[in-house]
């Protein structure tokens, strides 16, 4: 299965939050459900303008030493790549639109680049 490397609490806010787009750069043609990785890099800075943006959108966020970094923390099924979105969490160039998250038990995984295959079994319930 397909999974991306998103930096908490971003990745919280997708699978908890109700966080409908995740911010890029770049389009993607892929389409469906794919493994939501929390990236292990995460600054006190960065929690901070994340938890201070997400306030702005009514969402309370876990203390930054109760987020899990660093492996799969669930999926979201990914509808569309635009150039603009309407939502409120969107401040990107380019919007991935999001729907159906679904939280799953921690998977300690190292992360990568852009999509990347995760074997079935290493998510497996």
Same mark, same amino acid.
């Given at each position: 299965m397909k999974a991306l490397s998103i930096r908490q609490p971003w990745a919280w806010l997708i699978i908890h939050g109700g966080?409908?787009?995740e911010n890029r750069s770049w389009h993607t043609k892929h389409r469906g459900r794919f493994l939501v990785h929390a990236a292990k890099g995460?600054?006190?800075?960065?929690?901070q303008?994340?938890?201070d943006y997400a306030r702005e959108c009514g969402v309370e966020i876990p203390a930054l030493r109760d987020l899990e970094c660093g492996g799969i923390i669930g999926s979201v099924f990914l509808a569309d790549s635009r150039d603009t979105s309407k939502s409120p969490?969107?401040?990107? +160039?380019?919007?991935f639109l999001l729907v159906? @998250?679904?939280p799953l038990p921690f998977?300690?995984?190292?992360?990568?680049?852009n999509f990347f +295959?995760?074997?079935d079994e290493r998510?497996? @319930?």
């Open positions: 966080k409908d787009v995460m600054t006190k800075h960065e929690y303008a994340a938890r969490w969107y401040m990107g +160039e380019k919007a159906d @998250p679904q998977v300690p995984l190292k992360g990568r680049l +295959e995760v074997s998510v497996a @319930p």
